[in-house]
């Protein structure tokens, strides 16, 4: 099963906001733990060191890109920007040009599953199809591992090449 695209939402503000929904047959307290705890967090898109708390960042280094073909990222500090466990994670990303990378996790019970709803704020320039077929891979990654099943392909989601 992989992740549907991209809802893209604006507010009143102006600010668009690209949104993912997964069910995950998974409790609640799991799908928190494989998107908070550094090691779970490890089996599908990277680690963080440090102190976790609001207002505090967390030294995080992505992993994932490996599978991709690509390279384990420098760590960057990342932002927590709110966390109410087992429920919420607010956290910014540190991005090119000074614009980060807001990402809102809300996990909501669901039968005896849970609903993940991840959501990115668009920073200005950014269009939804810059990020969408990324994080449609990590949250199917994110299944898999919460399954223990094998990673999906990256080349099953990459977009096809511009010509």
Do not use: N
């Not at 927590?80 to 000074?98: M, N, S």
């Amino acid at each position: 099963m992989t992740t549907p695209p991209a809802e893209v939402r604006t507010d009143p503000e102006g600010t668009t906001t690209a949104v993912w929904r997964r069910e995950y047959p998974d409790p609640v307290d799991d799908v928190w733990a494989a998107i908070t705890e550094s090691e779970r967090l490890g089996r599908w898109i990277g680690t963080w060191t440090g102190e976790p708390r609001v207002g505090g960042t967390v030294s995080f280094t992505l992993t994932g890109e490996v599978d991709a073909g690509g390279e384990v990222d420098e760590p960057a500090d990342v932002l927590i920007v709110a966390c109410d466990p087992p429920r919420r994670l607010v956290v910014e990303f540190p991005a090119p040009d000074d614009q980060a990378w807001l990402v809102d996790l809300t996990v909501e019970p669901q039968g005896a599953g849970a609903v993940l709803v991840f959501a990115q704020r668009l920073v200005p320039g950014m269009k939804v199809e810059d990020v969408d077929a990324g994080w449609r891979w990590y949250l199917d990654r994110l299944g898999a591992s919460l399954a223990g099943t094998p990673m999906p392909d990256w080349s099953d989601y990459a977009p096809e090449p511009a010509g």
